[in-house]
């Protein structure tokens, strides 16, 4: 018997131009495989990870916010900062700060550190410090932590989420992180020179913050800080006017500068680190606000707004430095005047000012 041929058919193929690549787009033959435009002719990794990450209605979100908070705004709103910009999405952090560089970063502080404490106790080197540098240290240092710990919980980690574009946002988380590291590294180093000398008072840094006269214009100043609610006021009054009239006066024109004529070379290692960060975060917050006051559309009226943040800061931060100056004469080697300290301090913040494209405020001549 002879069997048919089975036959198979086949279903034909039918394009219907809707299949993945068949449209063109503005973008269709670009090879840059970019929703941005990088600074550079490439994007750098920290382009790629936090550019366009979050989200934005002006920015590929054509249907608006598909999120937002219960009964107000939704996902993250201009309006959370009295500041203006016509392309927020503008800024890039200087410093490049993404997620890997706190990590790596401050790993490498934190080895630091601890490398020197281990060693300064191995050689003894507190040893040879006098009893009025031992009080300094105890008193000063010690309440200085506490601004640092007040700034990292209730400045920097209150705004990390307030900003409009991932960029910004990233940039006060790393700040944060700085800050609460620095306070921590303070924290230790009380605790080693607790252990290693007997008469250095360990818990006297608390009664101090709490009540000595001289601290308490700073921690004022830092209090009423925490209590402002548009994020960039607080950026630009914690790290334009607060760090440049009372933290770098007390960091680097008092503690670095007379640490090694008191037979001090540990304390200038510790706090070099917290000036370190310093630099880093002014110059993520440099940037910001000179592409505000640059703003074609919205400059004038910032500079208007920053001048009112001046006017609003610059005498609560003058009053605390002012109040800081009894402790210029504690030490028993006084290598640095009050004086020359706080001019060095108010000619690097009208350096600053000058960068930003901010006049000096006539508060700082009272």
């Given at each position: 018997m002879t069997s048919s041929a089975k036959t198979r058919s086949f279903p034909k193929v039918e394009f219907t131009d809707s299949e993945a690549g068949a449209l063109e787009f503005p973008s269709s033959k670009s090879r840059s495989y970019n929703y941005f435009k990088p600074a550079k002719l490439r994007a750098t990794v920290y382009e790629d990870v936090t550019v366009d990450v979050q989200p934005d209605p002006e920015r590929h979100l054509s249907q608006g916010w598909i999120y937002g908070f219960g009964g107000g705004p939704g996902g993250y709103p201009q309006e959370w900062t009295a500041a203006k910009s016509s392309n927020w999405h503008a800024f890039l952090d200087p410093n490049e700060e993404w997620e890997q560089t706190i990590y790596r970063n401050n790993s490498a502080v934190v080895r630091q550190v601890s490398l020197c404490l281990e060693n300064a106790k191995r050689a003894g080197a507190y040893g040879n410090w006098n009893t009025a540098w031992q009080k300094f240290i105890a008193r000063n240092l010690g309440a200085w932590m506490h601004a640092e710990n007040g700034m990292a919980l209730h400045v920097f980690t209150s705004i990390q989420r307030s900003g409009p574009t991932n960029m910004i946002n990233t940039a006060v988380a790393v700040n944060a992180a700085h800050k609460m590291r620095f306070a921590q590294d303070l924290a230790l180093f009380n605790l080693d020179l607790s252990e290693s000398l007997d008469t250095f008072d360990g818990s006297v840094h608390k009664e101090v913050w709490a009540s000595a006269e001289e601290w308490q214009p700073t921690r004022k100043a830092v209090e009423e800080l925490t209590a402002v609610g548009d994020w960039a006021e607080l950026l630009f009054g914690a790290n334009v006017v607060f760090e440049q009239l009372v933290g770098q006066?007390?960091?680097?024109?008092?503690?670095?500068?007379?640490?090694?004529?008191?037979?001090?070379?540990?304390?200038?290692?510790?706090?070099?680190?917290?000036?370190?960060?310093?630099?880093?975060?002014?110059?993520?917050?440099?940037?910001?606000?000179?592409?505000?006051?640059?703003?074609?559309?919205?400059?004038?009226?910032?500079?208007?707004?920053?001048?009112?943040?001046?006017?609003?800061?610059?005498?609560?931060?003058?009053?605390?430095?002012?109040?800081?100056?009894?402790?210029?004469?504690?030490?028993?080697?006084?290598?640095?005047?009050?004086?020359?300290?706080?001019?060095?301090?108010?000619?690097?913040?009208?350096?600053?000012?000058?960068?930003?494209?901010?006049?000096?405020?006539?508060?700082?001549?009272?």
């Open positions: 006066l007390f960091r680097s024109e008092l503690v670095m500068q007379i640490s090694a004529t008191n037979g001090d070379y540990i304390t200038p290692t510790i706090v070099g680190t917290g000036e370190h960060d310093y630099n880093r975060d002014l110059g993520y917050t440099r940037a910001l606000f000179r592409m505000l006051t640059r703003d074609e559309q919205h400059g004038e009226s910032n500079k208007e707004l920053f001048g009112q943040w001046l006017a609003k800061w610059v005498p609560p931060c003058l009053d605390a430095a002012y109040a800081l100056q009894p402790i210029w004469s504690q030490p028993a080697e006084k290598a640095r005047t009050f004086a020359d300290s706080l001019g060095a301090t108010k000619e690097k913040f009208t350096q600053l000012l000058e960068e930003i494209g901010l006049d000096t405020p006539k508060e700082l001549d009272k």
